[in-house]
């Protein structure tokens, strides 16, 4: 007998995460943010991520290709869709939801 392919889409908690973070380097903003996505990743996706920090004085051409035009900008890459979320990250609903963490409404 064959087995049947499952049709349902993988476990959330074994998706990994794919994070850009760009930042301006002696910005509080910038600096409240990586705290705050140190926090969520490490509470929420426990080793499920990547987090790259990008400071645009110094990858200016990365921030340009990407399209930045605020910091800090948080680029979720993967799991698809791609989001983008701008700010500080201290609204925690907002950054789970951008994640696809949250369900809207939740």
Known sequence: MKKLASKTRPRLQARRYVLRLYVRRFNVKSELALVNMK??????????????????????????????????????????PLQRLVGDMSDLNRVLLGLDLKARGQ
């Open 39 to 80: 926090r969520v990743c490490e509470e929420y996706l426990q080793g499920r991520y990547s987090l790259e920090v990008i400071d645009i004085n110094h990858h200016a051409n990365l921030a340009r290709d990407e399209q930045i035009v605020a910091v800090p900008t948080l680029i979720k890459r993967l799991p698809a």
